[in-house]
Each structure stands twice: as structure tokens, then as C-alpha cells.
């Protein structure tokens, strides 16, 4: 006799069905597994964060700075100003650290399992190297700046509490801060400077993880020596440095996670509480969107994803 089983869904179950499409499984536990082997990704940009929490409760940074605002001395641009500068250090300095965790990342992922032979393992699964180099990738474009931005909002938003409760204690209205402030447009500001920060920093990632996918050994000197070369022979050949002025212009938009254009050519750098707060008058997205050079930086990092997948496929362990 044969019995029908109603199976019941559970917890698995549950998680499975979650993913969605079949067809974006694998990628969906490709990316699961870098965040398992990498935590560094998410624990990282949280030190800076502790630390200005820590500095604030222990009176460091001198909130009570606050008291004065309601002082005719200060100009509407001052106090905004004031308000506004711990929330750009706070994301600058969330950015900055998760940049620097980025590049070794990048430099990593494709390096540490041919050195360890567990390529051998996951060559073995029905992933495709396509699927495996895209969800390398995705970390540092998608990832990393989802993991900048909540860490960077949550922080400010407890600054923001801490400074209201001191003022607050000391019997000055929390409109002193909060009336400053346009919180959506920071919002937006952050969101912006995410996206552009990863989408002009694409051909440095993508070079970062070619490199790790051939690179016997020492990869940060691959990662670095090459541009380096090609700047000393144009130097020496030409007596010019467009290579490097381009390198300066792609690394500092990754420094200062904002950038601004001018007719395609990049104007300048930098988070300023004016930018945080007037996203509409600071930033260009219609000038970003059609500067050729993102356009022809994402057509190299495309090269650089292709030659990647290559390398994945026909790369030995070392």
C-alpha cells in the first residue's frame, strides 16, 4: 500500500522558497558564502561607527556645543554647518575603512581558494565560474555600499538622539538641531554617493579580482606595479601623465565617495554640509550619467569580468 505524504514546509523549506527563481540560487548562496568567509566586510565599517558612539557618550565631542545656537551670533549657515559636520565625519570615515576592507577583499577572493586547493571543491558544484566572479563582484558594487549606508544612518540617527537629549538636559529646545537639518535630502545625498562611488570604482574592482584570479603570489604588488609601470613608460616615452591624472581622478572619487562633473570632466571632490543638505543644487546626476568616462570605465571593467571568468575557468590551483 502505498501512503500520501502532504509534506509540511518548514524552517528549510521556508528559506529555499525565499530565493526565489531557480535560476538564482546559486548566485544568491555565492554571495551567502563570501559574507560567511569574509565578515570583515560587515565588522569592520562597525569600529569607526563604536568609536564615534563611544567619543559621544564620553563627552569627547563636546555636543553641548549645541547650547549656543540659539546665540544671534551664529548665521542659519553656521549652525547648519555645526549640526551637519559629525554626520559627514561619521559617513566619511564609515566609507573609508570599508574601502580599505574592499580592496584586500577584491585582492582575496579569487587568490585565497586556489591557494588553499578548496577551488577544487567548489569546481566540483553546479556553479558556473560566470555565476562565482559575479557574486565576487557584487560584493564590493552592491554589498558593501548597502552595508556603508545603514551603518552610516544608524549612527547618525543615535548622534542625532544623543544631541537632543543634550540639549535637552540642559533646557534648550531639540529644534535647535533638528530644525537645521533636511533629513531626506542626506539620505538621498548618501544613497547618491553610493551609487556613483560604485559604479566609477567598477574597473578598479574588477582589475583587483583579475588579478586574484592569475596572480601566483604577492597580489597586492600585481594589483599595484602594472599601473605604476605604465605611468613610468609614459612618462619616460612622452614626457606626459594622462594615465596617472586619470588614476587620480578614478581613486579619489573612491576616496571622497562623491563626485561632481563639469561637461564630463570631473570638477571636484568631497562631502561639505552644503552638499549633504541642497543634494539638488550640489550634485549633477544628468553630467555623471553621460560623462564618457563612465561609460568607457565600465566598458573596461567589462573586459576585465570577462578575462576574469576566463582565468576562473581554465586558472590551475597553485
Known amino acids: 500500500m502505498n501512503a500520501e505524504v502532504n509534506a509540511v514546509p518548514g524552517p528549510e523549506t521556508a528559506a529555499v522558497a525565499a530565493v526565489g527563481n531557480p535560476a538564482t540560487r ?67 570615515l564609515v566609507a573609508i575603512v570599508a574601502s580599505i576592507t574592499t580592496f584586500f577583499y577584491c585582492l582575496d577572493s579569487l ?65 535647535t538641531i533638528w530644525s537645521p537639518l533636511n533629513l531626506l535630502s542626506m539620505v538621498a545625498a548618501l544613497i547618491y554617493a553610493m551609487l556613483v562611488s560604485a559604479l ?13 584570479s592569475w596572480a601566483r603570489r604577492s597580489t597586492f604588488l600585481w594589483a599595484v606595479l602594472p599601473p605604476l609601470a605604465v605611468i613610468l613608460a609614459e612618462k619616460l616615452a612622452f614626457d606626459t601623465g594622462y594615465f596617472a591624472q586619470m588614476l587620480r581622478n578614478r581613486l579619489g572619487g573612491a576616496a571622497q565617495a562623491l563626485v561632481m562633473h563639469d561637461h564630463g570632466h570631473i570638477r571636484g571632490f568631497g562631502f561639505s554640509p552644503n552638499t549633504l543638505s541642497h543634494i539638488s543644487n550640489a550634485f549633477d546626476p544628468g553630467n555623471f550619467f553621460s560623462s564618457p568616462g563612465l561609460w568607457i570605465g565600465l566598458a573596461v571593467a567589462a573586459g576585465f569580468v570577462a578575462a576574469t571568468v576566463w582565468m576562473r575557468r581554465y586558472r590551475e590551483p597553485l
Open 26 to 92: 546559486p548566485f544568491y548562496w555565492a554571495v551567502r558564502r563570501e559574507l560567511w568567509e569574509h565578515r570583515s566586510l560587515y565588522i569592520a565599517p562597525l569600529v569607526p561607527a563604536g568609536l564615534v558612539l563611544v567619543f559621544m557618550l564620553l563627552g569627547s565631542l563636546n555636543l553641548t556645543r549645541g547650547i549656543h545656537f540659539s546665540n544671534a551670533s551664529m548665521s542659519p549657515d553656521q549652525q547648519l554647518q555645526a549640526v551637519t559636520g559629525i554626520f559627514v565625519a561619521v559617513a566619511t
Open 200 to 212: 566609477w570604482l567598477a574597473p578598479v574592482y574588477t582589475w583587483l579580482v583579475l588579478v586574484s
Open 111 to 175: 587568490y585565497t581558494e586556489r591557494r588553499d586547493r578548496s577551488i577544487l571543491f567548489w569546481k566540483s558544484l553546479p556553479v558556473a565560474d560566470v555565476t562565482t566572479v559575479l557574486s565576487k563582484l557584487f560584493i564590493p558594487a552592491v554589498v558593501v555600499p548597502v552595508i556603508v549606508f545603514a551603518i552610516a544612518i544608524a549612527t547618525q540617527l543615535i548622534v542625532l538622539l544623543v544631541g537632543t537629549v543634550v540639549l535637552l538636559a540642559h533646557g534648550i529646545s531639540a529644534a
